[in-house]
């Protein structure tokens, strides 16, 4: 998710057009502050912390939270983002730990809950685009979330350790009043589908909770995050990234298109793409599409069956050549 900020390099191209009194204005206004609305069924949230819910929701995290919130020595005391482009200045995550003034443990299940669905804290306070907002995942996999960061998971142990607050230079303001803002709570529980219904658990897996298809569909500013089927190129790839080097990597087709999209691979080369970067072609696919191990075969047969049943996209994406070294 880090992968926003590669992606949102992009953005800037588009945001400087935003001049003038718009400037001005944003400039002052700085980033938005919003009214809290819990409902009071929220307000007094208790999320059942039994085993199986802290190991769900750990998993998820190694996904969804480590990569940005966890220090270089293995605790989530946030850090420095050293990968995020230049022009949006310097971020800092925050201290996640349980420490109850430096981390979260004075938060309630409840605040926690409607802060990682709409970045909004107790204080009207809101996290701009860095932190992203998880309007699409499951209710039970928010708590899950949730019962984990309450667990005895010794890297979220108090700790603390502290950052100044990140200072927010002018382009996140304007994408924080503008492309970004605070996502509604959602108004319907959100299940997780049955794991017998194959293709309703891939596309929650690949739309609901790990936003494949942000970085698979054709046009970042064009994502549309509350219906992802209507994402320009939903699937069809070709956003532009970079890779630990800097390099440009873009993202691939992976409909099933056979001649530019992943139509001619079996499943057993996409479960190997997936869990292990594994690149049919040869050698490891680049960063950022990190190899994801703890998924089991069956979430990834799942998120295949579901992309079976993807309109197909013909589109030729050019893809990263690896350079060729002498050995
Ligand atoms: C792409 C990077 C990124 C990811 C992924 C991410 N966060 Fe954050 N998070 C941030 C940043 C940056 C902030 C600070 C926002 C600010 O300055 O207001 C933050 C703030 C927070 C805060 C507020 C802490 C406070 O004291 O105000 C919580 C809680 C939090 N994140 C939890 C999580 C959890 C749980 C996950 C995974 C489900 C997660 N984050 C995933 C970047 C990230
Ligand atoms: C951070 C953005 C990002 C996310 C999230 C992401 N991918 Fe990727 N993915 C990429 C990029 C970039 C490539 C191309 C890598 C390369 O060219 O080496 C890629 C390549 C792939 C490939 C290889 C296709 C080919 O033709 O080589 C598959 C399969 C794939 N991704 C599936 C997935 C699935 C399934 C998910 C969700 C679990 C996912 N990706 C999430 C960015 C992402």
């Known amino acids: 998710m880090k992968r926003a900020f590669k992606i949102l390099g992009y953005a800037v191209g588009v945001l400087v057009l935003l001049t003038g009194t718009a400037a001005a204005y944003i400039s002052i206004k700085g980033i938005p502050s919003y009214e809290v609305k819990m409902t009071p069924e929220i307000a007094k949230l208790q999320v059942l912390r039994d085993s199986a819910a802290v190991a769900r929701g750990a998993k998820i995290a190694s996904i969804l939270c480590n990569e940005c919130h966890l220090s270089e020595d293995g605790k989530l005391t946030g850090k420095i983002m050293a990968e995020i482009p230049k022009p949006f200045g310097t971020i800092i995550s925050r201290n996640i730990t349980q420490d109850p003034e430096i981390g979260i443990g004075n938060w309630t299940d409840g605040e926690l809950y409607y802060f990682l669905r ?170 950022p599409m990190t190899p994801r191990p703890i998924l089991t075969e069956a979430e990834v047969s799942a998120i295949y069956a579901f992309l079976k049943t993807v309109p197909v996209q013909h589109h030729q994406v050019e893809r990263y050549q690896p350079k060729i070294t002498s050995r």
């Open 118 to 287: 709409t970045g909004i804290r107790q204080d009207g306070s809101w996290a701009p685009p860095f932190m992203p907002k998880f309007s699409r995942v499951a209710d039970e996999d928010m708590y899950a979330i949730i019962a984990w960061l309450r667990s005895d998971d010794p890297r979220l142990a108090p700790d603390r350790r502290e950052y100044p607050p990140t200072e927010y230079n002018f382009l996140v303001k304007v994408l924080g009043n503008t492309l970004f803002t605070a996502p509604p709570m959602p108004t319907q529980p959100i299940f997780i589908p049955d794991s017998t219904d194959k293709i309703a658990l891939g596309k929650y897996l690949a739309d609901g909770l790990y936003e494949c298809f942000a970085c698979h569909s054709g046009d970042m500013l064009k994502v549309d995050s509350d219906i992802p089927a209507n994402s320009f190129g939903y699937y069809g790839g070709g956003i532009e990234m970079q890779n630990e080097d800097g390099e440009v990597v873009r993202s691939a087709n992976i409909t099933m298109d056979p001649e530019t999209g992943i139509g001619a691979w079996n499943e057993q080369q996409f479960i190997d793409a997936v869990k292990y970067g594994k690149n049919p072609r040869g050698g490891s696919l680049q960063y």
